[in-house]
Each structure stands twice: as structure tokens, then as C-alpha cells.
Nanobody, 127 residues
Framework: QVPLVESGGGLVRPGGSLRLGCSAS????????MGWFRQAPGKDREFVSA????????YYADSVKGRFTISRDNAKNTVYLQMNSLKPEDTAVYYC????????????????????WGQGTQVTVSS
């Protein structure tokens, strides 16, 4: 298991920005494809973004494309989600997830492919 810890959530006004971070201790994230998911009250957990081990491949849900950017700094063992132009409908608990892969280019948007999860961080977009 990979102990993942998210950070950076909070309250922001519509149109604002936040940067979430996901770090791990005791394991190097450079051998894992990473994903971000979110879950709003009363809704299923949904895919937000994913990246391959080296960060060369990225993928976004249509709802966040052009506003969110996923990146990773393997030297710091951290994955980021930069969220710009936030909307009230982005309000949710955001989770990072890890999937071990020996394929440098592998990434996935399927929640069933991830076996390690963080505890989540709350993002609230409200005026």
C-alpha cells in the first residue's frame, strides 16, 4: 500500500484558484500512475484527471478540461492538481489515487484500476 496524503483544499470564490497536492511517505510515486477523483454530496466518486508515471501523458474529464492541470514532481514525490476558474459545481471532496505500473506511458480514468487512495481534501467553491 501507498500512504497518500492530500493537501491544499479550502474555500474559494467562483473564478478563483487552488492547488491540491498529493504526497506519499515511504514509497516513491515515480513507479505509479496517478489520478485525481472527486465526490460531491449525494453523488458517486468521479474521475477528474490522470497522469502517467513520468508525467508525459495526461488526461482530463470534459468538465475540467482547460481549467485544471495535473502535474507531478517525482523528485519531491508529489502530484499536483492546479484548479483555475473554479465553479460552484467543482465543490467536492478531492481524492488522489495511485496505480503501480511498469509502463511509463500508462494512465487510466477507471476508478477500478486504482488500489491506493488518500483520505481526501475538501474543496468548496462559494461566494
Amino acid at each position: 500500500q501507498v500512504p497518500l496524503v492530500e493537501s491544499g483544499g479550502g474555500l474559494v470564490r467562483p473564478g478563483g484558484s487552488l492547488r491540491l497536492g498529493c504526497s506519499a511517505s515511504g514509497r516513491t510515486l515515480s513507479t505509479y500512475a496517478m489520478g485525481w477523483f472527486r465526490q460531491a454530496p449525494g453523488k458517486d466518486r468521479e474521475f477528474v484527471s490522470a497522469t502517467s508515471r513520468g508525467g508525459g501523458n495526461t488526461y482530463y474529464a470534459d468538465s475540467v478540461k482547460g481549467r485544471f492541470t495535473i502535474s507531478r514532481d517525482n523528485a519531491k514525490n508529489t502530484v499536483y492538481l492546479q484548479m483555475n476558474s473554479l465553479k460552484p459545481e467543482d465543490t467536492a471532496v478531492y481524492y488522489c489515487a495511485a496505480r503501480y505500473s511498469n509502463n511509463t506511458y500508462y494512465y487510466t480514468d477507471d476508478i477500478r484500476d486504482y488500489f491506493d487512495w488518500g483520505q481526501g481534501t475538501q474543496v468548496t467553491v462559494s461566494s
